[in-house]
């Protein structure tokens, strides 16, 4: 079978030992950011990515990979022993996964979370072995047309899904839209908006612009209201679930690694929206509907399943059309252009052992994490007590280190700080910063598919509308767009972020 | 009145940037939809921006929302001075000199600040950057700047 043979040559080059030595690094700061609070995968990525310049391709992103799932993983952990979500996706578990901690049942709540994120990020696997390269092959039959109605609605979505005002988020990705620009332009050569600084001919980097709205702008906000943060932590005991536990946690599982799986795919919402979702669905349909809230299982289960089936899942955009869909995957985009790695459809083709390697290695990182998880709880609990103001200044240097090695320019240094003012007072303004990065990482290429699109038609905008692929897309964007307008949706989006 | 802050002032940040897009695309070659120029896009993009401004702005006076709530001055100001003068030290000065200052000064934006852990956390830092980024990975970084001969 052709899939066997792809994932073989995917074991191949994730099981080297150099892979499997940098996928375990992966998931293991992956989860040491995801149990500290205050630290996102966004950051902690955009941080690490000069790092990983002296790394082979494949290795880098196996890392870079392995950083964003183990995320998930360490902030349901603190989810359910402090009652903290470390990551915005494990916001749910703390519901459930907590009071369960709270009865004296922490092991089973982290055993339901370790099972279930482990068979969902196995199903993803194959999803992403299945649906890529089909996928892909459509893809190369994309025109100019096609990628940039693929943009808008990649953009659409981001929106969508953004917390807060609809009009502040649409703001949010014309400005990205726009900084994304800056720079020499590619057509007539033009320096623009670059206010005749030689640095910024080459436009700013994205790892800049990251590390100053995620990490800087989060700093300073959390140092908004320095409260002491609670160290009780659950003793974990208990560490099997019984056979009641397990009866019980096999279907949410299998509902929300269903929900995650698909949930994860859209645009803009990685495994955030499907952990919500899959936790309001289980505790509509669950027999057990008094329990939830209460420490029921199945609201850790299916959660825990569906943000980790999520996580996964968002990489099947990034590796089959080129087209990142989160902040994390357009940081792996870049992570691919420095490489020169041209991410696309033909990525499959070209580089059939990155591609390959890369979804085997996360089935590996996943396995990784289940076997890593029990015998260092002690050290996450440990890690969870670190204060905040010993952490920060850390987090700070990484961050000014980093940015500084891209380029061994000090603009980049001053840029970040600018950067991350702005994520604060549009952080504080209820402004989303995720859908402006996407946006900035798109907007030249979004210009070039734009202005190739209408030398082709001719100057003729209506090629958009006349080419079948490119008419779906933007009806799709069209109704995604809608369905927020209409009352009903809109409250539950509400609900579903306020939860 | 203003019944929603938040919407107000994203509103004129949003104007601000767009005129200024508009403004200096001016500049620049407009060209026609068959051959759009270097204005064309962010002329585009301007104009849209300050359109979602004005929607912003006038909405503002008519529904109401959430408070802004107070800006931490203190940790703004201190958190972006020490980055800058963290670029500011780096090639002169080098890590040796930089990283404390980045440390302790944006430390000292924490109520929960000791000048004893500080300097035992910059040192710290510093030692294991060096180590870590210098010998480890290779990463080109003065450890001593220009100013001493580094």
């Not at chain 1, 893809?139 to 917390?163: T, W």
């Not at chain 1, 209506?462 to 964007?477: D, G, K």
Request: charged share 10%.
């Amino acid at each position: 079978m052709e899939l066997l043979s792809h994932l073989l040559l995917g074991l191949q080059t994730a099981a080297t030992p150099a892979n499997l030595f940098y996928c375990f690094i992966g998931v293991f700061l992956g989860t040491a950011i995801g149990v500290l609070p205050g630290l996102g995968p966004t950051a902690t990525i955009a941080m690490l990515l000069p790092v990983t310049f002296v790394l082979p391709p494949v290795t880098a992103l196996i890392m870079l990979a392995g950083i964003y799932y183990g995320s998930q993983y360490g902030g349901s952990t603190t989810s359910i022993l402090v009652n903290l979500p470390g990551e915005a996706a494990s916001v749910v578990t703390t519901l459930d996964g907590h009071q369960m901690a709270k009865q004296g049942r922490a092991g089973a709540a982290l055993a339901a979370s370790a099972i279930g994120s482990f068979f969902a990020g196995t199903v993803a696997t194959f999803m992403i072995a299945a649906f890529g390269p089909p996928l892909a092959a459509v893809a190369l039959k994309f025109g100019p047309a096609e990628f940039f109605s693929l943009m808008i609605l990649g953009l659409v979505a981001s929106v969508v899904l953004a917390q807060g005002s609809l009009l502040h988020a649409i703001g949010m990705v014309v400005l990205g839209l726009l900084i994304g620009l800056i720079g020499a332009d590619v057509n007539s050569g033009t320096q623009r908006f670059t206010f005749g600084i030689y640095e910024l001919a080459d436009g700013i980097g994205f790892v800049t612009v990251a590390m100053g709205m995620f990490g800087l702008g989060e700093i300073i906000r959390n140092l908004e209201n320095e409260e002491e943060r609670s160290v009780l932590v659950a003793k974990v005991t208990g560490l099997w679930p019984t056979n009641e536990d397990f009866k019980r946690m096999v279907a949410p599982i299998l509902r929300g690694t269903f929900i995650g799986s698909a949930l994860g795919v859209l645009p803009g919402s990685g495994s955030i929206l499907g952990s919500f979702a899959a936790y309001s669905i289980e505790k509509k349909i669950s027999k057990n509907q008094d329990q939830f809230g209460k420490g029921a299982i199945e609201g850790v289960a299916a959660p825990e399943s569906a943000n980790n089936a999520g996580a996964q899942t968002s990489f099947i955009p990034l590796l089959t059309l080129g087209i990142p869909s989160n902040p994390v995957s357009a940081l792996m985009v870049g992570a691919m252009i420095i490489h020169g790695i041209q991410p696309g459809p033909s990525v499959i083709n070209e580089q059939p052992s990155l591609f390959w390697g890369m979804i085997v290695s996360m089935w590996i990182g996943n396995f990784f994490l289940v076997v890593l998880n029990y015998p260092l709880i002690g050290m996450w609990v440990r890690m969870i007590r670190i204060p905040y103001h010993l952490l920060y200044p850390g987090i700070l240097v990484f961050c000014a280190i980093g940015v500084f090695s891209l380029k061994n320019a000090e603009i980049d240094i001053y840029l970040m700080a600018l950067f991350g003012v702005l994520g604060y007072v549009f952080s504080k303004l209820g402004c989303e910063p995720a859908p402006m990065l996407l946006a900035f990482i798109l907007g030249p290429l979004m210009e070039e598919y734009l202005r190739r699109a209408l030398l082709l038609s001719r100057g003729d905008p209506l090629v958009f509308v006349q080419r079948p692929i490119s008419l779906t897309l933007l009806v799709l964007a069209a109704l995604a767009m809608c369905t927020v307008l209409i009352p009903a949706f809109s409250k539950t989006r509400e609900e579903a972020f306020h939860e | 009145m203003i019944r929603n802050f938040k919407d107000f002032w994203t509103g004129l940040i949003y104007m601000f940037f767009g005129t200024s897009a508009v403004i200096i695309a001016r500049d620049y070659g407009m060209g026609t939809a068959l051959r759009m120029g270097p204005a064309y896009f962010p002329t585009v993009l301007g104009s849209l921006l300050v359109v979602i401004g004005v929607i912003a702005v006038v909405r503002s006076f008519l529904q109401s929302g959430s408070p802004v709530g107070g800006f931490t001055v203190k940790g703004m100001v201190l958190v972006v001075t020490s980055t800058l003068a963290f670029g500011l030290l780096v090639k002169g000065a080098g890590l040796v000199v930089a990283l404390p200052v980045l440390v302790i000064s944006s430390g000292y934006a924490s109520q929960r600040f000791r000048w004893g852990t500080a300097l035992g956390l910059a040192a710290g830092l510093t030692l294991f950057c060096v180590l870590v980024f210098l010998k480890g990975l290779g990463v080109p970084l003065p450890i001593w700047g220009s100013w001493f001969g580094g």
